[in-house]
């Protein structure tokens, strides 16, 4: 079985770039894609996923907290007849404020999208050909690439791997993270129910809006024919406010279901890439 390796280097300002190049030099089957800067971890597994073109794909981190020699793990999982393997840090190996976050984020993606996996966000993982081709990863999303295999129908598995301490790199958590995180949560809820069919989530926001906009404005009428002024009462604004947002909500609908092949897709641009070989 041939094998080829891609390293992506995300903008690296230490000597990635140049181990690289030697052990290209050395074994033709090592191969780099270098950003021109940091453009975050999507970006970069995207670009391995549209320059790859072996029938297996594996995809783990360069700090080695993940084992390389599981991969055979993996691959005999993929041979199980699945789709996509997702490694699972069972004794974790991080500090407790990175541990009890990931523990909870975890428990909700796992609720919101029905994929119930122990460990979303593991790097270490494995993929038939069909799913990375298949797949458009970008913002934060590589957090949430099983969920979007599994609604295209891709069979999905876990297994436990080991974690080692970390020794090289400098681990980038933070608050922004967590809240850029919880926005994609919100992001794959909505992908999960309502990617090939927008109308039907901002159809119902403006039926709601519609619906309260026109018996508000019944309402006002009646009074109106009773003899009550109703010129200068709040709820003549604010039906006319409610059915112009219904009309807004199916107008966004209309327009997703018309762009639908084009919402939501992101491919890296050549422009990030400063050098290839």
């Not at 074994?27 to 975050?40: E, L, Q, S, T, Y």
């Not at 980038?172 to 069919?197: H, M």
């Not at 006002?220 to 009462?233: D, K, N, P, S, T």
Request: proline share 3%; glycine share 10%; net charge positive.
């Amino acid at each position: 079985m041939t094998t080829k390796s891609f390293f992506i280097d995300d903008g690296s300002n230490d000597h990635s770039r140049d181990v690289m190049r030697m052990l290209h030099e050395k074994d033709d089957r090592v191969h780099m894609i270098a950003f021109r800067k940091n453009f975050g971890k999507a970006a970069a597994l995207q670009a391995g996923f549209q320059n790859c073109n072996g029938d297996i794909v594996i995809t783990m981190d360069a700090d080695l907290q993940d084992e390389p020699a599981e991969i055979g793990k993996f691959i005999e999982k993929i041979q199980e007849g699945f789709d996509v393997v997702s490694g699972w840090k069972e004794k974790r190996n991080d500090p407790l404020e990175k541990r009890l976050p990931s523990k909870l984020f975890n428990k909700v993606v796992a609720s919101l999208s029905g994929v119930k996996l122990h460990d979303f966000n593991c790097g270490f993982k494995a993929y038939r050909k069909e799913v990375v081709k298949s797949i458009n990863v970008y913002g934060e999303l590589h957090r949430y690439i099983p969920v979007l295999a599994s609604r295209k129908g891709f069979r999905i598995a876990e297994i436990s791997v080991k974690h080692n301490p970390r020794k090289f790199g400098k681990s980038k958590y933070g608050v922004e993270r967590y809240l850029r995180g919880f926005f994609d949560s919100l992001t794959i809820a909505y992908l999960g129910k309502y990617y090939d069919k927008p109308m039907h989530f901002f159809g119902k926001f403006g039926i709601l809006f519609v619906l309260a906009g026109v018996a508000i404005g019944v309402y006002l009428v009646v009074l109106w024919f009773m003899g009550h002024a109703i010129g200068g009462r709040p709820l003549l604004s604010l039906a006319v406010l409610l059915t112009i947002l219904g009309v807004q909500f199916f107008s966004i609908g209309l327009v997703g279901d018309m762009l639908l092949d084009a919402t939501y897709r992101y491919r890296y641009s050549d422009a990030h890439i400063k050098e290839v070989f």
